[in-house]
């Protein structure tokens, strides 16, 4: 696990390199450091280099690690698919949720945020290409999705998720198209909070930054291959 500073130090270079070659500010790009199934050693190691914005995708096995955790100023992102059962407990433990598909999920999420915390941010996970898969808004959905949710009082809408499939690099550059088109058919709809594009992971997160991710959720390329085993059980 000694390898985890270093490897997140490579992937900070690749936001670097990725972000100049597309004529961006690196600083406009934030690294998720995706935790999942990785002990909290894994984390402190990443937090000692650094790193401060963590990405879980099973609420049981984040709520353990965010309760160990407590004492370090971590940021905290579900970034893996919510049933409504478990809004709760995710509206009291997290910063960020970027898998938000349909209004009942974020209405809960507003109804149960603790009193006292920020406004939950919340992404809109938009199902771009996956016929199959049954997460994800539909992009013909989404602008009375964006509307309903900006009325919610206890959530800030950040932004659009994806999880395309792989190789769909054209993906990066229709969300970035379908966020301008929002803020263009939605006055109301505020482009410096309205700001995330949470795309790009392991393989491509290069390209993901040249179409404009203000988000790249990273695991594997810093933590090194994940147990699958873990991921099955957690499910
Ligand atoms: C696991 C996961 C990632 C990270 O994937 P890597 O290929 O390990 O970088 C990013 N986003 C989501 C939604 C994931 O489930």
Redesign the pocket.
């Known amino acids: 696990m000694q390898d985890i500073s270093h490897h997140l130090q490579d992937v900070l270079r690749r936001v670097v390199i990725a972000s100049t070659e597309a004529g961006r500010d690196p600083r406009d790009v934030q690294l998720?450091a995706?935790s999942?199934t990785m002990p909290v050693a894994a984390i402190v190691e990443a937090y000692q280099a650094g790193q401060r914005h963590f990405?879980e995708?099973y609420v049981q096995e984040a709520i353990a690690k965010i309760t160990e955790l407590a004492h370090l100023p971590l940021i905290w992102h579900l970034?893996?698919p919510l049933q409504s059962n478990k809004t709760a407990v995710v509206a009291a433990n997290f910063d960020w949720v970027?898998?938000v598909d349909r209004l009942k999920i974020a209405q809960r999420l507003s109804a149960q945020r603790t009193i006292g915390l920020a406004p939950l941010n919340l992404c809109i996970q938009v199902n771009i290409d996956d016929e199959q898969s049954k997460s994800g808004c539909q992009v013909s959905e989404l602008e009375s999705l964006v509307t309903a949710i900006m009325a919610l009082p206890n959530v800030v809408l950040r932004g659009l998720?994806i999880?395309p499939q792989t190789g769909n690099h054209f993906a990066f550059t229709q969300l970035a198209e379908i966020r301008q088109q929002l803020l263009a058919t939605i006055p109301a709809l505020d482009a410096t909070q309205f700001d995330t594009l949470s795309m790009g992971?392991?393989?491509d997160?290069d390209a993901a930054i040249g179409a404009g991710s203000t988000m790249v959720?990273?695991?594997?390329?810093?933590?090194g291959q994940?147990n699958n085993n873990v991921e099955i059980l957690n499910k």
């Not at 959720?217 to 933590?223: K, L, P």
């Open positions: 998720l995706v999942k990405g995708n970034i893996g970027h898998s998720m999880i992971m392991s393989a997160m959720r990273v695991g594997t390329a810093i933590f994940r």
